[in-house]
């Protein structure tokens, strides 16, 4: 889970990942607040528009060209956060993976802080577990 504003660390744009600090060794890592946009990598969510050739990226590793219109999911996932439901802003393929989606939504108000604050995702009947989490300040 990256919080999708990036930080200076060293001179050099990172993202952060949303944990409690020092918790990754060599990450970045800074608890997530409230408003903030978080982007997920995540597999499963199904059939995306525009569909793309099985075993295809949607874009080179050199990014995706003006104009490409990027595959989104074909049903809206929910993300919950501490039981509280985020805002999806984004649901579809990731650019440059095969077979990896990318969630974008932006962290709720009211999340109950802590450095082990559940993160689940529903789509088409089907919920993650609550052992993904992550650290909400």
Not at 1 to 30: D, H, R
């Amino acid at each position: 889970m990256f919080n999708a504003v990036p930080i200076t660390v060293n001179g050099k744009l990172t993202l952060a990942i949303a944990q409690p600090p020092g918790s990754v060794p060599g990450l970045t890592a800074i608890p997530a607040k409230a408003g903030d946009h978080l982007l997920a990598y995540v597999t499963g969510l199904g059939p995306v528009q525009p569909t793309i050739a099985d075993g295809a990226a949607p874009c080179p590793l050199s990014g995706c060209p003006p104009g490409v219109v990027l595959s989104k999911t074909t049903t809206l996932p929910q993300v919950m956060v501490g039981g509280v439901q985020a805002k999806v802003e984004f649901s579809g393929l990731a650019p440059q993976f095969v077979g990896v989606y990318q969630l974008n939504f932006r962290m709720p108000e009211g999340v109950t802080p802590g450095n082990a604050v559940s993160l689940q995702i529903s789509i088409g009947g089907v919920t993650s577990t609550n052992q993904v989490t992550i650290a909400v300040q």
